[in-house]
């Protein structure tokens, strides 16, 4: 395997060649030699100046991971707002309808992630366009201010972002629970997609607040692929839906989606930047967040899924081969339900033969070099390659393959 730095060099010594050749290889991404020739080399090793170590991600959409890595077209996006000025309310007008035509649903506003999202929408259903109330929250004297939550499997901290309101939340676990929650003072009815540990199913939640007139909420921050989920909630009744900028999507990871209902979404925005006396004013994106947003949404619902899908499987077929070679490891493919549901590798061993505990082997890996952070845990490591470039696959296949065999007697 060539190094990156040598490849660089190499390349750049290449004067047509050098330029895109040279972005194809390292980012890995087919977008066509006009993005790709603007994604330059890196002339500085900033991270490396810092004294920090980058790494291969073999784990997946970690927010304290970084998140994902932009794709050339998007980072040209981001590049190019901040080349000029533009007002932030046209360049959101804009964009919300721009991204609402590509998703397919009513309205859209770009928010600093996921998590703002909620906040920003609930506070849109409690105060709607009445501008004293805005600045009222997070006191919520005179408005409705419950939200029935579907009580997750287990603890979930997102729910703190419709706390952030003043709103109080209910966890609700059965059609009995839910119908004794709602009163006068209900405003918001919210499901986390991916952990509904209650006996009520999405679809009867979007049903009961349309027929009870309350609107809806359903956070799916992590839960593309598949792309279909952009447009699934809207279409199966929900209000309002959230999603991450910077996990499946690949938009920045200071960026998030709120979708759904026009009217709610609109005033949702009243307690966004650059308004001043909101709750929202430190949930700020600036228009490289909002245009970078936008094209990764262009781009994310225009990418071949079924081709992108077959590289992550064989990719995954790789690392099992490469580390089944070592006697005593097992492996086993698996795609999480909802959220991160991506060709996934589980790697498990016996502990008599490959003497090293999962731990350990995942702190190797992260101290190696290259460094690698993959899903280790006590029980097993596993591996996602889609936040990997192409050969860090390889990379990754070997190491773990190297740490195991290192590691049996
Ligand atoms: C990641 C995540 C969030 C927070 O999203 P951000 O975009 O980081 O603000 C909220 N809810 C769930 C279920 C998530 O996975």
């Known amino acids: 395997m060539i190094s990156r730095r040598r490849l660089v060099r190499y390349l750049s010594s290449l004067p047509f060649l050098g330029g895109w050749a040279g972005a194809n290889l390292l980012t890995g991404d087919a977008s066509g030699a006009t993005a790709a020739a603007?994604?330059?080399?890196?002339?500085?090793?900033?991270?490396q100046e810092m004294g920090l170590r980058p790494f291969i991600n073999a784990h997946g959409t970690i927010t304290a991971l970084s998140g994902s890595r932009m794709p050339p077209e998007v980072q040209d996006a981001w590049n190019y707002a901040t080349r000029h000025y533009v007002n932030l309310d046209a360049i959101q007008d804009k964009a919300g309808?721009?991204?609402?035509?590509?998703?397919?649903?009513?309205?859209?506003?770009?928010?600093?992630?996921?998590?703002?999202?909620?906040?920003?929408?609930?506070?849109?259903?409690?105060c709607g366009m009445d501008e004293e109330k805005v600045r009222q929250l997070p006191n919520t004297d005179g408005l409705k201010d419950e939200v029935i939550v579907l009580k997750p499997p287990h603890p979930v901290g997102y729910v703190h972002a419709l706390k952030n309101t003043g709103a109080t939340l209910i966890e609700v676990e059965t059609h009995q629970e839910l119908e004794d929650a709602i009163s006068e003072k209900t405003a918001m009815l919210f499901v986390l997609n991916a952990y509904n540990g209650s006996?009520?199913?999405?679809?009867?939640?979007?049903?009961?607040?349309?027929?009870?007139?309350?609107?809806?909420?359903?956070?799916?921050?992590?839960?593309?692929?598949?792309?279909?989920?952009?447009?699934?909630?809207?279409?199966?009744?929900?209000?309002?839906?959230?999603?991450?900028?910077?996990k499946g999507i690949r938009g920045p990871q200071s960026a998030g989606l709120l979708l759904g209902r026009r009217d709610l979404i609109e005033a949702a925005r009243l307690h966004a930047p650059p308004r001043g006396a909101t709750i929202g004013r430190g949930m700020?994106?600036?228009?490289?967040?909002?245009?970078?947003?936008?094209?990764?949404?262009?781009?994310?619902?225009?990418?071949?899924?079924?081709?992108?899908?077959?590289?992550?499987?064989?990719?995954?077929?790789?690392?099992a081969d490469v580390v089944e070679?070592?006697?005593?490891?097992?492996?086993?493919?698996?795609?999480?339900?909802?959220?991160?549901?991506?060709?996934?590798?589980?790697?498990?061993?016996?502990?008599?033969?490959?003497?090293?505990?999962?731990?350990?082997?995942?702190?190797?890996?992260?101290?190696?070099?290259?460094?690698?952070?993959?899903?280790?845990?006590?029980?097993?490591?596993?591996?996602?390659?889609?936040?990997?470039?192409?050969?860090?696959?390889?990379?990754?296949?070997?190491?773990?393959?190297?740490?195991?065999?290192?590691?049996?007697?």
């Open 284 to 319: 700020k994106v600036n228009k490289e967040e909002v245009l970078a947003m936008m094209v990764a949404v262009e781009r994310y619902v225009n990418i071949d899924h079924e081709a992108q899908w077959g590289r992550w499987e064989s990719q995954i077929q790789h690392v």
């Open 97 to 126: 309808e721009r991204i609402a035509k590509a998703i397919g649903c009513e309205y859209a506003t770009v928010t600093s992630g996921a998590f703002s999202a909620m906040t920003l929408g609930l506070a849109g259903v409690m």
């Open 325 to 409: 070679a070592v006697p005593g490891v097992e492996t086993e493919y698996y795609v999480p339900d909802i959220a991160n549901h991506v060709p996934s590798l589980r790697i498990t061993w016996d502990p008599e033969r490959v003497k090293i505990t999962p731990s350990e082997a995942d702190a190797q890996l992260k101290q190696g070099h290259p460094s690698i952070e993959t899903g280790g845990g006590s029980e097993d490591l596993s591996v996602a390659t889609w936040m990997m470039r192409p050969g860090e696959v390889n990379i990754v296949a070997q190491r773990i393959h190297d740490v195991l065999q290192e590691a049996t007697a």
């Open 199 to 246: 006996e009520i199913e999405r679809e009867e939640l979007a049903a009961i607040g349309k027929e009870r007139g309350i609107p809806t909420f359903n956070d799916c921050a992590a839960d593309v692929p598949p792309v279909e989920n952009l447009w699934k909630y809207t279409d199966m009744g929900y209000d309002l839906v959230a999603f991450s900028g910077g």
């Open 38 to 47: 603007r994604a330059a080399p890196d002339y500085r090793n900033y991270f």
